[in-house]
C-alpha cells in the first residue's frame, strides 16, 4: 500500500526557509525545547517529516548526546508546536554522518535536502 502524500503542515515553510538558508532555528517537540540545523525536509509514509541535526536544548532522554554523529533528530512536523529563529550567532552545524541521497531512515521521498559539496545550495 503506497501512503498519500498531503499538503505540507503549516510549519514547512518556515522549517524550508531556515534550511535552504542553513539557519539554525528553535522547535518545541514533544515539550521539549531544541536548537536544530534543518538538513532535510520529505515524507515518511504520507507525513512531513524533518531530519535534522540538534545542537543545543534537550531530548526526550535528556541532555544532547556526547557524540556528535548520534544527534541526529527525525522530528514529524505536524508535531512541532511551536518554531522561531535562532539566535542570528547560533552556528549551523552538522555532523559526518550526514548523506543527502538518503537522510537515513527518516525520510521516504526528499523533498528538498542539504547538499554538503555546495554550502550554499539545498536540493
Known amino acids: 500500500m503506497t501512503a ?5 503542515p503549516t510549519a514547512w515553510t518556515l522549517l ?3 534550511l535552504r538558508a542553513r539557519q539554525p532555528i528553535l522547535v518545541s517537540y514533544h515539550g521539549h ?3 536544530v540545523c534543518p538538513h532535510a525536509l520529505g515524507w515518511k509514509a504520507g507525513r512531513a517529516m524533518l531530519l535534522a541535526y540538534q545542537t543545543g536544548g ?10 556528535p554523529r ?6 514529524h512536523v505536524d508535531q512541532i508546536d511551536h ?11 552538522t555532523a ?8 537515513f ?15 550554499s545550495h539545498a536540493s
Open 4 to 8: 498519500t502524500i498531503g499538503p505540507p
Open 16 to 18: 524550508e526557509a531556515a
Open 33 to 35: 525545547q531544541r536548537l
Open 58 to 67: 534537550y531530548t526526550t532522554t535528556g541532555a544532547l548526546p556526547a557524540d
Open 70 to 75: 548520534h544527534r541526529w533528530r527525525c522530528l
Open 83 to 93: 518554531l522561531s529563529p535562532a539566535d542570528p550567532t547560533s552556528a549551523w552545524e
Open 96 to 103: 559526518d554522518n550526514y548523506n543527502p541521497t538518503r537522510p
Open 105 to 119: 531512515p527518516a525520510i521516504d521521498k526528499t523533498a528538498v535536502a542539504i547538499t554538503p559539496d555546495d554550502p
